[in-house]
DNA sequence: AACCTAATCACTA
DNA sequence: TAGTGATTAGGTT
């Protein structure tokens, strides 16, 4: 049988790939998404979103996959995408005008 | 190049 | 059961 990635919820397994980006690097949804072996790059968020309900899942790591920065805490190009744009600044990560170097930063499995 | 629409999957109430 | 949602891709203008 083919052993389905589906062990747990798809929150349990986007949390733990979140956590296993390291710092200084930012990955995309459709990247989780594919790692995952799903291809709802909207439940990703939603996932992260709802988190376990601790701040412990560091999803400003997550971006969109065009370099945008997506959303954070449930807002789309909020303020709190400000926040965002500068923990990833802070982690060391380089942003251009709301964009960051997916060619360089994006984590790759 | 930019904009808009449609399609997709998972989770919650 | 039905609806929403941190998206993506492609086509058209």
């Known amino acids: 049988m083919k052993t389905n990635p ?5 929150a349990e397994q986007v949390h733990s790939l979140c956590q296993n980006i390291p710092k200084g690097k930012v ?6 998404g594919e790692a995952l072996g799903v291809r709802s790059y909207r439940a990703i968020g939603q996932a992260l979103r ?3 309900g601790m701040p412990f899942v560091p999803c400003h790591r997550v971006i969109c996959s065009n370099g945008s920065l997506g959303g954070f805490k449930g807002k789309l190009g909020g303020k709190e995408i400000g926040e965002k744009r500068r923990l990833l600044e802070k982690e060391g990560v ?4 709301s964009k ?3 060619p360089k930063y994006k984590w790759r499995f």
């Open 6 to 10: 589906k062990m747990s919820s798809l």
């Open 27 to 32: 990955t995309t949804y459709k990247n989780i």
């Open 50 to 52: 709802r988190s376990p």
């Open 94 to 97: 380089r942003i251009n005008e």
């Open 100 to 102: 960051v170097d997916l």
